[in-house]
């Protein structure tokens, strides 16, 4: 993920000065830390300024408060890679969950219903 600059288009590397460009404290100079990925699947941006009495002040703001946007490079090879493994788990999880089920339905097949439901279907040959 990467923050460029709508203005300039230019990649904004962590440590960067970045101004507010909107808000009630357009202008105030932050100093850009990384990106982060909200719970909501929003990116934010972390920030930090210096402040007298507290030290270094961190907040989380949306980029476009900073006339920024957050870009994500993902390669065509990564894409088919994440898909073919994800489609990989989800078979092999069904897989297992099958495997899981078919043992106690043997058993039960087994020890107390095998007469049943053989001469029900007439697997016996009478």
């Not at 900073?66 to 994800?86: K, L, M, P, Q, Y």
């Not at 788990?89 to 087994?110: I, N, R």
């Amino acid at each position: 993920m990467k923050l460029v600059s709508r203005a300039t288009g230019q990649e904004i590397s962590p440590g960067s000065t970045v101004h507010m460009q909107s808000g009630p404290t357009a202008g105030r100079a932050w100093r850009f830390e990384h990106i982060v990925e909200r719970p909501d699947g929003n990116h934010h941006v972390h920030v930090t300024r210096i402040s007298g009495k507290f030290g270094r002040i961190p907040r989380q703001y949306h980029p476009d408060v900073f006339g920024c946007e957050i870009t994500i490079d993902i390669t065509w090879r990564r894409s088919v890679r994440n898909a073919a493994h994800h489609a990989w788990t989800k078979v092999d999880d069904y897989l297992m969950a099958g495997a899981f089920a078919l043992v106690p339905l043997a058993f039960f097949e087994h020890y107390h219903w095998a007469e049943t439901i053989t001469s029900s279907l007439r697997f016996g040959g009478h």
